[in-house]
């Protein structure tokens, strides 16, 4: 597999591991607004091919026709086969960013919020109506040409649901249906990067990855721990993802694994 990297702090720490099993890999700058690669990649096999930064990064995979290249995923709100396991799930509020000043006018309590979408254009986090509403008149003052690649939009889909006291975050990385590594990543309200999970919380991961064995070739799965037990938190671009404390090496090797020709959507 040639491995095409974005220089960020995950991706040295990713470097590293692919230093120790003797994996060669490049590094690269993404033009900004325009999102080619400096130095353009010399890639020997397209089918063969694994993009590791931002996300935007699946534009320039899927215009050079690159495999697996970016793991994109359909949103996991969309999964009818995970609804009775969500956190956050079917009953939540979707709104187009351009609906949100009318539909929360007058609004008072407080919602998290994230896009519909796996874009990343803005973090799940738990915020007022009030700084939705001005989040939301930031970007609509904006022509739709102003705005930057990436970037939420006038008609970005944002979920809103209330928030919901959470006891334990873990991250998974799942590679063609098998979970390969994991991370505990918070704690209550403090963030902690530790190699481990509760063994509950990880048959429970097991057991999303094989309600939905046709997702992603490749993924991030994060689920939760609540006073109301156990939940699925959302799912991830694997090549955009933190990686907090994860066994790298064991995602290279299982990533190695794949075949030509997959993944890639």
């Given at each position: 597999?040639?491995?095409?990297?974005?220089?960020?702090?995950?991706?040295?720490?990713?470097?590293?591991?692919?230093?120790?099993?003797?994996?060669?890999?490049?590094?690269?700058?993404?033009?900004?607004?325009?999102?080619?690669?400096?130095?353009?990649?010399?890639?020997?096999?397209?089918?063969?091919?694994?993009?590791?930064?931002?996300?935007?990064?699946?534009?320039?995979?899927?215009?050079?026709?690159?495999?697996?290249?970016?793991?994109?995923?359909?949103?996991?709100?969309?999964?009818?086969?995970?609804?009775?396991?969500?956190?956050?799930?079917?009953?939540?509020?979707?709104?187009?960013?351009?609906?949100?000043?009318?539909?929360?006018?007058?609004?008072?309590?407080?919602?998290f919020l994230r896009p519909v979408d796996d874009a990343k254009q803005e973090p799940g986090n738990v915020k007022s109506s009030s700084e939705i509403i001005a989040l939301a008149d930031r970007v609509l003052a904006l022509d739709e040409d102003e705005i930057p690649m990436g970037s939420l939009?006038?008609?970005?889909?944002?979920?809103?649901?209330?928030?919901?006291?959470?006891?334990?975050?873990?991250?998974?990385?799942?590679?063609?249906?098998?979970?390969?590594?994991?991370?505990?990543?918070?704690?209550?309200?403090?963030?902690?990067?530790?190699?481990?999970?509760?063994?509950?919380?990880?048959?429970?991961?097991?057991?999303?990855?094989?309600?939905?064995?046709?997702?992603?070739?490749?993924?991030?799965?994060?689920?939760?721990?609540?006073?109301?037990?156990?939940?699925?938190?959302?799912?991830?671009?694997?090549?955009?993802?933190?990686?907090?404390?994860?066994?790298?090496?064991?995602?290279?090797?299982?990533?190695?694994?794949?075949?030509?020709?997959?993944?890639?959507?």
């Open positions: 597999m040639q491995w095409i990297l974005q220089k960020f702090e995950d991706t040295a720490k990713l470097s590293e591991a692919l230093d120790r099993l003797g994996v060669s890999y490049s590094w690269h700058k993404v033009v900004p607004f325009v999102g080619d690669l400096e130095p353009e990649p010399v890639v020997a096999e397209r089918n063969n091919v694994v993009l590791f930064g931002s996300y935007t990064l699946w534009r320039y995979a899927e215009r050079m026709d690159y495999r697996p290249g970016v793991f994109r995923l359909s949103p996991f709100l969309h999964q009818a086969c995970w609804h009775p396991y969500l956190l956050n799930g079917p009953d939540a509020l979707i709104l187009q960013l351009k609906d949100i000043p009318k539909r929360l006018a007058g609004e008072t309590r407080d919602w939009r006038h008609d970005t889909e944002l979920m809103l649901t209330r928030p919901v006291r959470i006891l334990k975050e873990w991250r998974l990385w799942v590679v063609d249906n098998r979970i390969v590594t994991y991370s505990l990543y918070k704690e209550g309200s403090r963030v902690v990067y530790r190699p481990e999970i509760d063994p509950e919380a990880y048959e429970f991961a097991r057991q999303m990855v094989a309600l939905n064995p046709s997702y992603a070739q490749a993924y991030v799965l994060d689920v939760c721990l609540t006073e109301d037990g156990l939940k699925l938190l959302e799912t991830n671009c694997l090549n955009a993802a933190g990686f907090y404390a994860a066994d790298l090496q064991k995602l290279v090797v299982a990533i190695e694994a794949l075949p030509p020709h997959g993944g890639g959507r």
